[in-house]
């Protein structure tokens, strides 16, 4: 079996390969899936987005600025999928309970512990609201 990260988008991490973390999360046709789960053909002709084509090292997303600046880092091996995830808020802005149910909702975090991560997600979420969301 071939993943995404075997096509070099190695942002797209692979963690238990059952659906259960949330390291592989990618927007397909703008929903947040756990790629471990779909096959090749299911996502023929659809638009993919990982956490590398949210932004640019020169213009990084809100989410991803605010993750490094915030502390919501350790290891990192969980950040890509964080932000597909936190990005599937962006419909609305998020509160901060809707982010801690809905923008960190199936994406285990081994090491940095979730309070940073929910802080990361409200600094981007504010810096959106005031510029638009995107
Ligand atoms: S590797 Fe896909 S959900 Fe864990
Ligand atoms: S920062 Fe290490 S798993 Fe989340």
Redesign the pocket.
């Known amino acids: 079996m071939r993943r995404l990260r075997d096509l070099g988008y190695t942002e797209v991490k692979c963690g238990c390969e059952k659906g259960d973390c949330g ?1 592989c999360a990618v927007l397909l046709n703008g929903e947040a899936i756990n790629s471990c789960l779909v096959l090749a053909w299911q996502a023929d002709g659809a638009d993919i987005l990982t956490s590398s084509g949210t932004g640019t090292a020169e213009q990084p997303h809100p989410l991803q600025a605010a993750f490094a600046d915030t502390g ?8 890509p999928g ?1 932000i597909i995830s936190a990005k599937r808020c962006w419909i609305a802005p998020p509160t901060r309970p809707s982010t801690r149910s809905r923008g960190v909702e199936g994406n ?5 512990g979730y309070g940073h ?1 929910v802080n990361a997600i409200q600094v981007a979420a504010e810096k959106l609201a005031a510029g638009g969301a995107r």
Not at 72 to 79: E, F, P, V
Not at 108 to 112: A, S, Y
């Open positions: 390291a919501a880092i350790q290891c990192g091996y969980c950040t964080l285990l975090c081994r090491c940095t991560i």
